[in-house]
């Protein structure tokens, strides 16, 4: 089966939820059927959202969904790489087709003004836990924009 296009990770919405964490399920991994909840915590939890129009696609669009638990809040960060807690990724239209809660790579704060932050990111996906499409890996790469 073919891999459905995946959104640029400039292209998702980003939105910082400062002292927030990722509510973990007791079985120890979200299932299709869980929603990711969420507790107050130390750090920052960074929300980026992907929903194509099906209107200027012309077929059913890929949403996606990447939360990453920052270990620090980013206020309090200077540019540098970034500490992360959890990771978790989900796309799907009608039906979750794929989530991956394991990431490689590195985030770096590269600019924090009192208007935005700048965040490079290189976030490689491992061992999905749901895959219908057979991608396997999957890689996020580019810059997430977080206005103040």
């Known amino acids: 089966m073919a891999e459905p296009p995946r959104a640029k990770l400039a292209a998702f919405d980003a939105a910082l939820r400062?002292?927030?964490?990722?509510?973990?399920p007791a079985s120890g991994t979200p299932g299709p059927d869980d929603r990711i909840e969420t507790d107050p915590g130390t750090g920052d939890l960074l929300d980026l959202r992907h929903a194509p129009s099906r209107r200027f696609l012309g077929r059913e669009p890929v949403h996606e969904n990447l939360l990453i638990e920052l270990v620090h809040p980013l206020a309090d960060t200077q540019p540098a790489a970034l500490r992360l807690g959890r990771v978790v990724y989900r796309a799907g239209n009608d039906r979750l087709l794929y989530q991956a809660t394991r990431a490689v790579g590195s985030l770096t704060l590269v600019e924090a003004t009192a208007e935005r932050f700048v965040i490079d990111a290189a976030l490689t996906l491992i061992n999905p836990e749901i895959d219908l499409e057979h991608a396997g890996t999957h890689q996020l790469v580019g810059q997430i924009i977080i206005a103040r």
């Open 18 to 24: 400062r002292g927030t964490r990722m509510r973990w």
